[in-house]
């Protein structure tokens, strides 16, 4: 950790934040400070300059032009490099996730992205919307993976990042694999928002983040049962 309290950076609010990405914020905050830690929420919107001292950076979903500014702002900014350079922990979801990437597309047009990630998006044959689920990377030891997706990219993975997850329902990057991660850089199609449905995995960034292994667990009763009744909706999807 960067300073005494937890400092975590919402990316653009104005411009990335679509389907309750905004939870993934309130999650990351409250687990921290369920566990006793000091936690600073920064929102930085797209005409402010991104500090490169915090501990995690957010970057939500967006419309292809929202998402087409921010990787134009973020390059321009350069923070987040710096950042990563530093060893932040970074989480980007759906645009957030694909402007990590090298390019992607946004409304028939091919944009360069902040070549954080491996990895590049191309446009698909048809919108994936709808429920998400795959089994993570087993060297991150964490449950299914929940989410809802509504994208109309499709991600090509290089062989620096490694899927996130394999789909069990859904598409993700391409139907067979979804999201990536490398270091302490993690992106993923699912909204939720994310963290809510999965708060393993918000933990794994507070881990990240903190350098603490094991943390204090937490009642996560009621998230068990959103991602039970997710679950439930999917197998019940699936018989019909
Ligand atoms: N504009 C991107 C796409 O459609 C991302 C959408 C999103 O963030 N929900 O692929």
């Known amino acids: 950790m960067s300073t005494e309290s937890l400092r975590i950076v919402w990316v ?4 990335l934040s679509t ?24 929102e930085i919107r797209s005409d402010q300059r991104l500090p490169a001292a915090a501990d995690i950076y957010l970057i939500g979903g967006g419309e292809d032009g929202p998402q087409a500014l921010g990787a134009q702002r973020l390059l321009a900014d350069g923070g987040l490099h710096r950042a990563v350079a530093q060893g932040s922990v970074v989480f980007g979801v759906c645009a957030g996730y694909q402007l990590l990437g090298t390019s992607f ?19 698909g ?3 994936a919307v709808g429920e998400l689920a795959g089994e993570i990377d087993q060297r991150l030891g964490l449950p299914a993976l929940s989410g809802f997706e509504n994208h109309g990219g499709r991600t090509r993975l290089g062989p620096e990042v490694a899927p996130l997850a394999r789909v069990t329902t859904g598409i993700g990057n391409d ?3 979804e999201g990536a991660w490398r270091g302490k850089l993690l992106g993923t199609y699912s909204h939720g928002p994310a963290l809510a449905r999965n708060p393993a995995l918000a933990d794994l960034l507070l881990r990240w983040a903190t350098g603490v292994h094991q943390l204090p667990p937490l009642d996560d009763t009621w998230s068990d049962r959103l991602r039970n009744e997710r679950r439930a909706a999917v197998a019940a999807a699936a018989r019909a």
């Open 12 to 15: 653009y609010p104005d411009l």
């Open 19 to 42: 389907y309750g990405d905004r939870g993934n914020a309130l999650i990351l905050a409250r687990r921290a400070q369920r566990r006793g830690m000091p936690v600073e929420v920064l």
């Open 105 to 123: 597309f946004a409304k028939g047009t091919k944009y360069a992205g902040l070549e954080l990630l491996d990895l590049a998006s191309d446009r």
């Open 125 to 127: 044959p048809t919108r």
């Open 175 to 177: 139907g067979v694999t």
